[in-house]
């Protein structure tokens, strides 16, 4: 019956590209159509192969995509340009850019060895690690949580772990995950929080502290990018603020050219562009430096990927000084920036997806 029925949306397929085709092939001398068969139409590579070619040769590409997801989705099982459209969120499924953690965690281990203070690590599964379950059983991966274990069991002794996974799979049910997005929401950020900052040796804020502001409701992430599937409902973006607490008396930004800046934990400016989640930290800069009114003197490197920039307000409330260092957006290695020495405590925050050996390279001194 399954295949019948591909077989039946497949005549559909090629009913719309005959009717539609000519009158929005957009002007191109090398454009060649991708040949149809009944296998790649009934397998799903019919689908993925002609929504990436109506974005690059269609007039209307956009719009074109969002139709061309569902009928992608209706071929392949829900898999769209390696997402898949589970009932309430997309969820990553493309896993062939996975590497081997081998040479990360050597890389991770060699400035520990080289640091005079206490690391910690934490490895912070996508929502596809936590919702894998969702996914489809015949694609073959390697999980979140495999390639998590295999990362800290090659990480030093002296490294202290953070078990992110465990933790947010048992919050699964809560609202910890952007629908639309890889990435967590603040109040994902929150939970792993609690556990983190204990691990650092201080107690955490508890939550009734904080005030909440929803910013926006209408924010739509990197898997809502890859495949416009409009049906997935856009996501609310989260100001937490805690006005009795410690606050932030300065926070610099400085770029790959030693430019500084001023910044905020919060730009409402990014709002109104095209990549609301800058909303945390702002603009992508290689280091942030943020100073509170706190008279601790307790000092920490935070080193992370893109998902850290909004764990890093819970951290103001533990620490005069902390210095957010983000690999994927330098172009030098990290002693170029500071002297990781003058900081007591250093915090790797990565998700699990960020664990690459082109990040952790950044942390040699040259």
């Not at 002609?50 to 099982?77: N, P, T």
């Not at 495999?146 to 078990?163: F, K």
């Not at 926006?216 to 937490?240: A, F, H, S, V, W």
């Not at 951290?315 to 290695?333: C, G, N």
Request: with cysteine.
């Amino acid at each position: 019956m399954k295949n019948i029925t591909s077989k039946l949306t497949a005549v559909a397929v090629l009913a719309f590209i005959a009717f539609f085709g000519a009158a929005s092939l957009a002007p191109s001398e090398k454009a060649v159509i991708p040949a149809p068969t009944w296998d790649n139409i009934a397998d799903g590579g019919f689908g993925s192969a002609l929504s990436s070619y109506a974005a690059q040769h269609f007039a209307f590409s956009e719009k074109w995509r969002s139709v061309g997801s569902r009928i992608d989705s209706g071929i392949s099982g829900n898999i769209v340009n390696g997402v898949y459209i589970a009932d309430d969120r997309l969820i990553a499924a493309d896993f062939s850019e996975r590497e081997s953690t081998e040479e990360s965690a050597a890389l991770i281990n060699s400035f520990a060895d080289s640091y005079s203070g206490a690391v910690y690590f934490a490895a912070v599964p996508t929502s596809a690690g936590v919702y894998g379950d969702a996914l489809p059983s015949h694609l073959s991966r390697l999980t979140e949580k495999q390639q998590t274990d295999r990362l800290y069991e090659q990480l030093s002794g002296d490294i202290r772990r953070v078990d992110a996974y465990n933790l947010m799979k048992m919050l699964s049910d809560d609202r910890i995950y952007l629908r639309s997005d890889s990435k967590w929401t603040m109040y994902g950020a929150y939970c792993l929080y609690r556990t983190v900052i204990q691990k650092l040796g201080s107690q955490p804020v508890s939550f009734d502290k904080y005030t909440i502001r929803h910013v926006t409701n209408e924010y739509r992430g990197d898997l809502y990018r890859r495949t416009l599937y409009m049906k997935c409902e856009p996501d609310i973006l989260d100001i937490y603020e805690y006005a009795d607490g410690a606050q932030v008396k300065e926070c610099i930004s400085v770029g790959n050219d030693g430019t500084e800046r001023e910044c905020s934990l919060y730009d409402t400016d990014a709002l109104g562009s095209d990549d609301m989640y800058r909303l945390y930290l702002g603009g992508r800069e290689p280091l942030v430096r943020i100073r509170t009114d706190l008279s601790n003197d307790r000092r920490l490197l935070l080193i992370g990927s893109e998902c850290s920039a909004g764990f890093v307000p819970f951290l103001t409330q533990h620490y005069s000084e902390i210095a957010v260092y983000m690999p994927e957006y330098a172009d030098r290695p990290l002693t170029d920036f500071v002297d990781p020495n003058d900081y007591e405590q250093t915090l790797f925050l990565f998700g699990i997806d960020a664990v690459n050996t082109k990040n952790f390279k950044k942390l040699e001194t040259r």
